[in-house]
């Protein structure tokens, strides 16, 4: 340290060291290595490197702090708030500011380059900000005759003088906006560099507007976030349904489609691609931006789903083995799989796990990392096929299990998809056996006043997936179910809502005043589809339980739209997922388009899955010795034979009750197709 010399202290990392006097802050903050962003390497254009002066005595480093221990504010941040308004509060341009005397200087969230993102409600983990396209400004030197290189070899230099990037090569669609771009006097240009080796985008001048999209394709939905990829905020988001629908409501029916039709897997292709690409217009327009500025897109989706995006025919997963064409990551021009956003745009598809296990449930696994925790925990994305995982920080398990369309209202006879009329909750006196109700689109229960008035102009039309959970597992409660899931038509007598159904029995959940209008009925063959969708779920994951070596699990996350809206003790009091702390049961929201973001923004992510996922261990259902017998079992409610003592330590259980059963519950086949799922 020189006599001359001051000393700076950095927060929040704590970097501190000496510098001499009039040393700007920015080179004071690269050399400890203090992690402060820039895109125009220092040239007061980009307004990244922002930092305040934190004024006080800070006894322990021995240093009095104050904002005129900074240089003057410089003419360069003059012009820079002319150009871009004024800075917040006492915020400086480190690349400009210079310091004369001792102190401490903050810098703040977004002048950071590998920022912590807080996460959303119901997002397990915060998201680190490391953007695999990074921007660089740069300036190109004079062409002359005594130096015959092109401009290419010129702007390789120049990223090498003055950010030290190397190896380097320029995809050939950017040659054009090379030479365009350098028409500005100053010869300045932005560049993006994907992963430190290939120049995919030029601009002239400044260029700080990049954007990113996450996206989840699912089989009904499709849902996408618009990001910046400066801060990693959410600019936007939106979605629309799934136009492959018209070739088919489920998966199964698509591939069929394509089975039966030479052009099939091209137009559910087709069709997919322009859904994404409108999304991508919407997304832009909604942030008032344009689609060109797109240069990163991350993207989750069921096997079948992920394969027609990108131009596989789907058939293989069809049947078994489901085969896939590929379950690596995938790293792509956008352009080459049909998607429209700038010409070089990467696409990086998340790796799929198995042929009933996809990129989604990789992005699930990304966003709740259950493999890092020390608590067994199960994640459940229940779909028509729903994905298990159990995972702790020594074994990650995964399998899917066919638990077919009936949590999505298909298959029950009064069901329905969750729109607007949809029953969604349901609770039953347990005296009178009269049901309250509220329906998608009202805040008001049945029985509360207005709640006619509110309905009046949609009517009661149905129930979805979160309604039907919670009317079995109500009528299991209030003793309308027995054990083995039998309606009780000796009921009959004490209500109304018990009505004969030719051998067995239905309850009336809400009956219609429009004689054109039928009632809303829970029918004995409801409750069977219902248990077997639920055991068919509760011995895939007992599968895992066995396979792992455990009898319970610490926690239990839901994922998807299905696990956001249900009950959690309803759930288990249907034996849907095994007994656990009812405090332990959450919601995981959307985890795979999380995922999806994860990917988008942070580089080492991609890395983490893939190996993540070359280390997790698939158990096939289909093939498992056990899967029968645990589908037995678990066809009682909520079990025939697994205890669930933390469940009925919240939730009064009802008296034990068996009734003669006039059915007889078919046995789900062994899945040998997707039709079975
Ligand atoms: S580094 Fe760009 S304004 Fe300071």
Redesign the pocket.
Known sequence: MAEADVKVLFMPSGRRGFFPRGTPL?DAARSLGVDID????????????QISCVTGSFAKHQIESDVDHLSPFSATEAK?VERKGPLKDGRR????TTLLDDAVIDVPAESQVHRQIVRKEMEARDIRLDIATRLYYVQIGEPSLEDPRGEVQFLFEALEREWGVTDVTLADSQLPALQAALTREDRGITVAVYQEHLITGIWPGLFDQPRGIAIDVGSTTVAAHLCDLNSGEVLASAGVMNPQIRYGEDLMSRVSYVMMHPEGAELLTNAIREAVNDLFVELSDQASGRVEDILEIALVANPIMHHILLGINPVNLGTAPFALTTSAAIDTRATEMGLKAHPEARLYCLPCIAGHVGADAAGVILAEAPDRSEAMTLVVDVGTNAEIVLANNQRLLVCSSPTGPAFEGAQISSGQRATIGAIERVRIDRDTLEPRFKCIGSDLWSDEPGFSDAMAGTGVTGICGSGIIEVVAEMYLAGILSTDGVVDGALAERTQRIKADGRTFSYVLHASSDPEISDVLVTQNDVRQIQLAKAALYAGIRLLMDEMGVTTVDRIRLAGAFGSHISVSHAMVLGLIPDCDLEQVTSAGNAAGAGARMALLDRNARLEIAATIARAERIETAVAGDFQAHFVGAMGLPHQSDPFPNLFAVVAPPEAKMVESGDAPKRRRRRSSRADA
Request: net charge positive; proline share 0%; glycine share 22%.
């Open positions: 920015l820039s895109v125009c390497g220092g040239r007061g254009l980009c307004g990244r490197c820079f341009l480190s690349c400009h």
